[in-house]
């Protein structure tokens, strides 16, 4: 399997587990992180440091990947697996997935979670579709492919096997509550966000004393990362790792945009999404927004504005802070629209229907 960010490496893991109920020894590699190391995977490269914001600061990290794309596709040119496995990062594992097929690899390659899901364009779908597999977790991706008579499949969305709601609970104490802060897992995104953040939450102890915050780190370098901000800071809160270990005892969270806040969503946590990128990928990000009206997975599934979504410069610590009180305060309507989104994800054993489909392709390989 090869990833390139966090949010893949645990999609990485999770998918590997449900296919062990169908193959006990199977055997992994792959290229990602702690997470499917963790999971048994032997990994060939480590991916931290791979992740950017945008194509500007992606530049100075194309020759390495480049490298090392060559370097994985002779090596499986020769030594071919029953079934590899692509998770998103569509800048790295497009261009694998067309190096293996161009020097001959004939195995199965399966895409989980094939780029484009939000925005889909039709040459790069016919892209995946000629050298890969695509198997998506989003109906209206399957519905985009289909339309241009490529083939693809969908059994749902994994995340809605691996989370359950939490139990209702009590509204916050008026004077007090916790809240969980989840700036992300890139260096980019954790240096943008992380002070804003800490800055908000100095905002609502104004009115609210007693508030708790609790920091969610993806890995190790994010903690590492998040420390050092925090000393410069002078902000004191624990830090757990992982989305779930922070969303789990809050009262609302701050979620940088990306697949914490669908996270969030789906254990049913009031949450606020923020996102900001550097000045200069600024036009480049309007240029691929243009007529879009949501960046974050909850709003663009429902076509409506569940989720509040502060971006570069609306994204102020007085704005986030007066988002979160309205939550704090009516938390309601944004529970109920978390339940028609878990209806919208598929059903419930979806991670597992993933699983035995790349099983079976991978059974398929065997036999021919």
């Not at 992606?58 to 490298?67: E, H």
């Not at 040119?77 to 800048?91: E, S, T």
């Amino acid at each position: 399997m090869a990833t390139g960010e966090a949010s893949g490496d645990m999609l990485a893991a999770t998918l590997a587990e449900a296919m062990r109920a169908f193959v006990p020894d199977l055997e992994l590699a792959g290229i990602g992180s702690e997470r499917m190391q963790a999971a048994g995977f032997e990994l060939t490269t480590h991916t931290r440091g791979w992740a950017s914001l945008g194509p500007i600061e992606a530049l100075r990290k194309i020759p390495p990947l480049f490298v090392n794309v060559w370097r994985h596709s002779f090596w499986l040119r020769f030594a071919p697996r029953d079934l590899i496995v692509l998770i998103d990062f569509g800048a790295y594992n497009l261009r694998f997935a067309r190096a293996l097929r161009r020097i001959g690899y004939r195995a199965p390659i399966l895409y989980y979670f094939p780029p484009g899901a939000w925005y889909d364009r039709a040459a790069q779908a016919e892209a995946v579709a000629r050298v890969t597999v695509p198997l998506t977790a989003f109906e209206h991706q399957r519905d985009f492919y289909r339309s241009l008579g490529l083939e693809i499949a969908w059994f749902g969305h994994p995340l809605v096997s691996l989370i359950e709601p939490r139990r209702s609970r009590p509204p916050a104490p008026a004077r007090g509550g916790t809240v969980a802060l989840l700036p992300g897992s890139r260096r980019g995104e954790l240096e943008r966000h992380a002070d804003r953040l800490f800055e908000d939450v100095r905002l609502l102890r104004a009115r609210r004393p007693n508030l708790n915050a609790v920091v969610g780190a993806a890995d190790d370098a994010a903690e590492a990362l998040l420390r050092e901000r925090m000393d410069a800071a002078g902000f004191a809160a624990p830090i757990v790792r992982g989305a779930r270990a922070a969303l789990d005892s809050a009262d609302v969270a701050f979620v940088a945009s990306g697949t914490a806040v669908l996270e969030a969503a789906l254990r049913e946590v009031p949450t606020v999404a923020l996102y900001v990128i550097s000045s200069s990928q600024v036009p480049i990000a309007k240029r691929l927004m243009r007529g879009r009206r949501f960046i974050t997975l909850p709003n663009i599934l429902l076509d409506r504005a569940l989720v509040p979504e502060l971006l570069q410069d609306a994204a102020t610590p007085e704005a986030l802070a007066a988002a979160a009180e309205e939550l704090l305060d009516a938390p309601q309507a944004q529970l109920a629209g978390y339940r028609e989104l878990r209806d919208r994800l598929g059903p419930a054993d979806a991670l597992q229907r993933c699983a035995a489909f790349a099983v079976a392709l991978a059974r398929d390989a065997q036999r021919v």
